[in-house]
C-alpha cells in the first residue's frame, strides 16, 4: 500500500514545501518594502508642525496625511514588493502545473475542465486582488499609518514617540513582524493551499470522483482531527459531515463545501486528494455500502 | 351644518343649566363644588384641568388640595401655611413640557411649502404670513411650539380654532340708514385662537363647537342694567356666529350675529387631544401629565407638611433654670407663683416681672446666665441651660417620601435628569438606558402626531381662509425621532457609520440631517449644500476612498474636481447670477456640473496606473 500511494505522500510533500517557499520569498519582499516605506513616511513627518518636540493639530499637519498617502501610492509603483507579487503569481502557475500533473496521474482520462481553468484564474485574480489591490493595500498598510499619524496629532503626542509607533508597525520588533510582513504570510498561504484544495475539488466534481485520500503524512505538531484521518480514504458524503463535529484548530465557520478547502483548519497541511473508485480498499468501499 | 333656530335654543338650554350657579354674572362652583354638567364628564375634566394647573402655572395656590385641613392646624397656622407654600412641581411640569417639544427640533420635522397663487393676493403669499405675520405670535411654527403645545398639555379638551383676528367692517346704507357690514374685499388676517375646556360647554367634533366667552352683556336686572348676560360664540361647518343674551336677565332671550361665513364645509376649530378615553361612546382626552398629578399632588402637600413640620419642630428650643420670682408692688404685695395678690382687697394681678410664670430669667442683659455662688452647691453651671431639640427622623422620612413620589412622577412621565436619582439601579446599563429612552419615545410619539396634525390643520384652515383658491397645500413631515441632537453627536454618528461599514446610503442620510442642522437658520446656505449634496455623488466619501476609486477608473476626473470645489464654483456661479439659487435645482446641478467638467478638462492627465491594473493585464485577468 505504501509503495502504490507513495507518489500521492510526494505530491503532497513537495506542494506544501513549494508554499512555504514561495510564502518566505514574499514574505521577504514585504519586508524590504516595508522598511522603504517607513523611510518615506519619516521623512514626510519630520516636516510636520511640532511645538516643544509635540504635534500640533494644525490644518497643514492633517493635510500632511494626504500628502503621506499619495507618496506611498507613488512609491508601490515598481517597487520590490511589486515584483515580488509578480514572482508569487509565478509560483502559483507552478504549484497548478504540479497539481495537474498530479491529478493526471491519479485520475484516468483526466483533462483540465473548464470550470477547473476557471477556478484557478480567479483563484490568481483574488490572490493578487488580496495582495496589492488598491483597497487591500489601503487597509493592510496604509489606513494603519494614517489613522497612526491622525491620532498623534490630534492627541498632541511628541515626534518621537509617533515615529516609534510608526517603526514598530511598519518593521516589526524583534518577536513581531511589521505590519505587512505580516499580512502577507497569511494571505499568501491561505492562497496558495486553499486555492489548489479548490482546484481538486473541482475536477472532484466535474468528473464525478466521490472518494478522496486524506494526505499529507503526520509531523509531531499534527492535530488529533488529522492522525486519525491521514492516508485513510473517506467518501463525499462522510466527509461532508464533518463540519458537525468540534475539533481544536478547525476553522471557524467551515461548512459541507469548503471543508475540501479548509480540511483540518488554519496552516493545515493535509489535502483531500480525489481519487478513483478502483483504487479504494474494499473495506471502505462496504462501510458506505452499509 | 346648525341652523339659528337649533343655536338659540341650544345656548337658551345652556343658559338655564348655568342659571343656579351664576352670582352677579360669574359662575361660580355650588356647595358640592360642582360646576354646571352641560354634558356628561363636564366637572371631571375641567377637574382635571385644574389639577394639572396646580403644577404647571407660577402663582397659585392649590386650594382643594388643602383645604381640608388637619384637625388641630390654626388659622394662624394655615396663613403660615398659604404665605410659605412653595411650587415645589412646577419644574417636573417644565421637563415634561421640554421633552414634548423636542418634536420641534429643526432635525426632526420638516415643512415643504408648495410653489402656488397666493402672493397675488396680498403680496407676500402664504409662507411669509404664516412665517411672520400672524398676528399676536408672529409665525405660526413659534404658536405651536411655545403656545400650544403647552396649553396641550395641559388642556386636553381644550380647543383651538381658526378665524379673522378681526372681523373687517364696512358701512354700508340702507333704506333704514347705515348700517355695518362684513367687507369681504379686505384681506383677512386668519388666526388660532384657544379656549379652554370650561369654555366648551356643548361640542360635536366636526360639527360644531359652543363656546361661553368671558365676557358678559347687558342684561335688565331689576331696575337696572347689569353685566349679566351670557354671551356664546358658536362655530359650525359653513360660519361663525356670536349669541348674545338680550332684554331681562331671567327670560334667558338671545340674539344671533352671523359674524363670519367662512364656507369651509368643515368647523375650523379642534380639541387639543391626549389620551383617548371613551364615555357613553362619545371620545373625550386626557393629558398624558395627568397620570403623575396624583404623585404630585402628595409632593406639594408633604413638602408644605414638611415645612409645617419644620416650623413647629426643628429648631431647638432652650430649657434653662430659672429663679423664684421675687416682685414686689409698691403696696408691698409680694409675687406668689406668677400672680400678685391683695388679700385686703381681694384682687389680684399677673405678676408683670414674670409674666405670671412665677420664675424670672437668670440672664442678664447680656444674655450671659448669672447662677448666685451660694447656690453652687445645688446647682452645676454645665446643667443650668441646655437646648433641646426633637429627633428629625421624622422630618427625613417626609423628605425621603417627596423624592420618592417625585421620581415616580417623572417615571411616569418619562424624564430624567442625567444626574438624577431617579434610576432604580444605581449602575443602569446601556440597554437599559435604551430601552428607557424607547419607552421615552413611546410617550411622546403619539402626543407629537397630534400636535402636528393640529398643525396641518390650523395651516391649511389658515391658508383656505385668506386665499382661497389660490391657495395649495404644504407638506408636512412628522417627526419620527425625538432626539435634540447637537452638531458634535451627527459628526460622531457619521464616523461610527463609516466605520462600521453601513451602507453608502445611510452614511449620506445622516450627513444631510447633519447639514440640515448645521446650517437651517441660514438660508443661502442651506440651498447651496442642497445644490452640492443632489450635484456630487461623492459627496460623502472620504478622500482616500475617492482616490483609489479615481485609480480604479470606477470615478471621472470631473467629479473628484467637483467634489473637491464645489463651494468655489457655486461661489462662482452666484458672482455670474445672484438669483442662480432661485432657479429650479435641475438647472443648478446642470450647471455646477458642467463648471467642474470644463475645469477637469483643462487640466493635465496625470493618471498613474496601479501595479494592481499593470499585474492584472500580465495575467490576463
Not at chain 1, 115 to 142: C, F, P, V, W
Not at chain 1, 197 to 216: E, I, P, T, V
Not at chain 2, 551 to 578: G, Q, Y
Request: aromatic share 12%; with cysteine.
Amino acid at each position: 500500500m505504501a509503495d502504490k500511494f507513495h507518489y500521492i505522500r510526494q505530491y503532497v510533500d513537495d506542494k506544501y514545501k513549494a508554499i512555504e517557499s514561495s510564502v518566505s520569498s514574499l514574505s521577504g519582499f514585504a519586508k524590504s518594502y516595508q522598511a522603504n516605506v517607513f523611510s518615506e513616511v519619516i521623512s514626510l513627518i519630520n516636516t510636520l508642525d511640532v511645538v516643544g518636540g509635540n504635534l500640533i493639530p494644525s490644518q497643514r499637519n492633517f493635510n500632511t496625511i494626504e500628502e503621506i498617502l499619495e507618496r506611498l501610492q507613488l512609491l508601490l509603483n515598481g517597487s520590490e514588493y511589486e515584483q515580488g507579487v509578480r514572482f508569487f503569481l509565478q509560483d502559483l502557475d507552478k504549484l497548478n502545473v504540479l497539481t495537474t500533473e498530479f491529478l493526471a496521474r491519479s485520475i484516468d482520462n483526466f483533462s483540465v475542465t473548464d470550470n477547473m481553468a476557471a477556478l484557478y484564474r480567479n483563484t490568481k485574480t483574488n490572490a493578487l486582488n488580496l495582495l496589492i489591490g488598491d483597497e487591500s493595500i489601503h487597509q493592510a498598510l496604509y489606513r494603519p499609518i494614517s489613522e497612526q499619524i491622525q491620532q498623534s496629532i490630534s492627541s498632541g503626542a511628541s515626534l518621537r514617540d509617533l515615529t516609534g509607533s510608526l517603526r514598530t508597525v511598519l518593521e516589526g520588533l524583534p518577536d513581531q513582524q511589521g505590519i505587512l510582513e505580516r499580512y502577507v504570510g497569511q494571505i499568501s498561504y491561505d492562497a496558495m493551499a486553499t486555492g489548489d484544495r479548490a482546484f481538486g475539488k473541482q475536477a472532484a466534481d466535474d468528473l464525478g470522483l466521490n472518494w478522496f485520500r486524506y494526505s499529507g503524512g503526520l509531523i509531531t505538531t499534527s492535530r488529533p482531527f488529522c492522525r486519525e484521518r491521514d492516508g485513510k480514504f473517506f467518501h463525499r458524503s462522510e466527509i461532508e459531515k464533518w463540519p458537525n463535529l468540534d475539533w481544536a484548530g478547525k476553522y471557524k465557520g467551515v461548512n459541507s463545501s469548503t471543508i475540501y478547502v479548509w480540511v483540518g483548519g488554519y496552516r493545515c497541511q493535509h489535502d483531500l486528494m480525489p481519487v478513483s473508485e478502483g483504487i479504494v480498499p474494499k473495506t471502505d468501499l462496504q462501510r458506505i455500502a452499509t | 351644518m346648525i341652523t339659528t333656530d337649533e343655536i338659540l335654543s341650544k345656548c337658551s338650554e345652556i343658559a338655564s343649566m348655568a342659571k343656579p350657579f351664576m352670582r352677579e354674572g360669574k359662575i361660580e362652583r355650588n356647595k358640592q363644588g360642582k360646576l354646571p354638567e352641560y354634558y356628561k364628564g363636564y366637572n371631571r375634566f375641567v377637574s382635571d384641568y385644574h389639577a394639572i394647573l396646580n403644577h404647571s402655572e407660577k402663582g397659585r395656590f392649590p386650594m382643594s388640595l388643602f383645604k381640608e385641613r388637619s384637625p388641630n392646624e390654626t388659622d394662624r397656622e394655615f396663613e403660615y401655611r398659604k404665605r410659605n407654600y412653595k411650587q415645589k412641581t412646577l419644574p417636573i411640569y417644565q421637563d415634561f413640557h421640554n421633552t414634548i417639544q423636542r418634536a420641534f427640533n429643526d432635525a426632526n420635522w420638516k415643512i415643504t411649502y408648495t410653489e402656488d397663487n397666493s402672493e397675488s393676493v396680498d403680496k407676500i403669499g402664504y409662507k411669509k404670513y404664516v412665517t411672520k405675520k400672524i398676528p399676536i405670535y408672529g409665525s405660526l411654527e413659534g404658536f405651536m411650539r411655545n403656545v400650544l403645545t403647552g396649553l396641550k398639555i395641559k388642556d386636553a379638551n381644550g380647543v383651538v380654532g381658526v378665524r379673522p383676528y378681526k372681523y373687517p367692517m364696512k358701512e354700508v346704507e340702507t333704506e333704514t340708514g347705515v348700517d355695518l357690514r362684513f367687507d369681504d374685499t379686505e384681506v383677512l388676517d386668519p388666526t388660532p385662537f384657544y379656549y379652554s375646556v370650561e369654555q366648551n360647554v356643548c361640542f360635536k367634533d366636526d360639527e360644531y363647537f359652543f363656546i361661553l366667552l368671558d365676557k358678559r352683556s347687558m342684561v335688565r336686572y331689576g331696575k337696572t342694567k347689569k353685566p349679566y348676560g351670557l354671551i356664546f360664540e358658536v362655530w359650525d361647518n359653513n360660519a361663525i356666529y356670536t349669541v348674545t343674551q338680550v332684554g331681562k336677565y331671567v327670560d334667558m332671550t338671545f340674539e344671533i350675529t352671523m359674524e363670519y361665513i367662512h364656507n369651509l364645509d368643515r368647523v375650523p376649530m379642534w380639541r387639543l387631544m391626549g389620551t383617548e378615553i371613551l364615555m357613553d361612546n362619545k371620545l373625550f382626552f386626557q393629558s398624558p401629565f395627568l397620570y403623575a398629578v396624583d404623585c404630585l399632588d402628595l409632593v406639594l402637600l408633604n413638602s408644605s407638611n414638611l415645612q409645617m413640620a419644620m416650623y413647629n419642630t426643628a429648631y431647638p428650643y432652650r430649657i434653662m433654670l430659672g429663679q423664684k420670682c421675687e416682685f414686689i408692688d409698691p403696696d408691698g404685695h409680694e409675687c406668689n407663683q406668677g400672680v400678685v395678690e391683695n388679700l385686703k382687697d381681694q384682687t389680684s394681678y399677673k405678676c408683670p416681672s414674670c409674666n405670671g410664670t412665677g420664675v424670672k430669667s437668670r440672664l442678664n442683659v447680656m444674655g450671659s446666665m448669672i447662677i448666685d455662688p451660694d447656690e453652687t452647691e445645688n446647682i452645676s453651671v454645665t446643667d443650668a441651660m441646655t437646648f433641646v431639640q426633637p429627633s428629625t427622623e421624622n422630618l427625613e422620612f417626609l423628605a425621603n417620601q417627596i423624592r420618592e413620589d417625585e421620581n415616580r412622577a417623572r417615571n411616569i412621565l418619562h424624564i430624567h435628569l442625567s444626574n438624577s436619582e431617579v434610576h432604580t439601579q444605581p449602575n443602569e446599563t446601556a440597554t437599559g438606558q435604551a430601552i428607557d429612552q424607547k419607552a421615552m419615545y413611546a410617550f411622546i410619539a403619539p402626543q407629537s402626531d397630534q400636535i402636528f396634525s393640529l398643525y396641518e390643520r390650523i395651516g391649511i384652515a389658515i391658508g383656505e381662509m385668506r386665499y382661497g383658491t389660490k391657495f395649495k397645500p404644504f407638506d408636512l413631515n412628522y417627526p419620527k425621532s425625538f432626539d435634540f441632537l447637537t452638531e458634535s453627536d451627527y459628526l460622531r454618528m457619521i464616523n461610527e457609520a463609516i466605520e462600521s461599514g453601513l451602507p453608502p446610503f445611510v452614511v449620506h442620510s445622516i450627513i444631510y440631517k447633519y447639514l440640515s442642522v448645521l446650517f437651517y437658520q441660514e438660508e443661502q446656505a442651506a440651498k447651496a449644500f442642497e445644490l452640492i449634496t443632489k450635484a456630487d455623488r461623492l459627496v460623502t466619501l472620504t478622500n482616500e476612498e475617492i482616490n483609489i476609486k479615481l485609480s480604479r477608473r470606477t470615478i471621472e476626473k470631473w467629479e473628484e474636481v467637483l467634489h473637491t470645489s464645489a463651494i468655489n464654483f457655486v461661489e462662482d456661479l452666484i458672482m455670474e447670477d445672484p438669483d442662480f439659487l432661485d432657479q429650479e435645482i435641475e438647472v443648478q446641478v446642470e450647471k455646477l456640473q458642467a463648471k467642474a467638467k470644463e475645469k477637469a478638462d483643462a487640466l493635465p492627465d496625470t493618471q498613474i496606473e496601479s501595479p494592481f491594473s499593470r499585474l492584472s493585464q500580465e495575467i490576463g485577468g
